[in-house]
C-alpha cells in the first residue's frame, strides 16, 4: 500500500509564496515520479511539474521560472512564488511507480486579495 499526505496549501494574496509538501510512504521502488497536478473548477486535471528519483524534472509552461519542485527521497515539494489569480486550484501530488499512479487527497491552494 502507498499513501501521500500532502500539506501547505492555503489562502494567499496575488503575488505571494506557499510551499506545498508531498510525503509518500508504503512499499515504494526507489525509481520514481513524484509530481503535483492541479484541477480547478470546471477544468480537467493539469500537470504542474514533476520530478523524477535522478533529479530530472519538468513543468507546465504556465508555472516556469515561479514554480520549483525538490525532493528528498520520499518527499516532494512544490515552492510556489509569484502566485496568480489562476493559480487557485486543488493541488494533489502523484507518485508514478513503474507506470502505477497513486494520488494524495489534494489541498486547496486559493490565490486572492
Known amino acids: 500500500q502507498v499513501q501521500l499526505v500532502e500539506s501547505g496549501g492555503g489562502l494567499v494574496q496575488p503575488g505571494g509564496s506557499l510551499r506545498l509538501s508531498c510525503v509518500a510512504s508504503?512499499?515504494?521502488?526507489?525509481?520514481?515520479?513524484m509530481g503535483w497536478y492541479r484541477q480547478a473548477p470546471g477544468n480537467q486535471r493539469e500537470l504542474v511539474a514533476t520530478i523524477h528519483s535522478s533529479g530530472d524534472s519538468n513543468y507546465a509552461d504556465s508555472v516556469k521560472g515561479r514554480f520549483t519542485i525538490s525532493r528528498a527521497k520520499n518527499t516532494a515539494y512544490l515552492q510556489m512564488n509569484s502566485l496568480l489569480p489562476e493559480d487557485t486550484a486543488v493541488y494533489y501530488c502523484n507518485l508514478n511507480i513503474r507506470m502505477q499512479e497513486h494520488w494524495g487527497q489534494g489541498t486547496q491552494v486559493t490565490v486572492s486579495s
Open positions: 508504503g512499499s515504494i521502488f526507489r525509481l520514481n515520479t
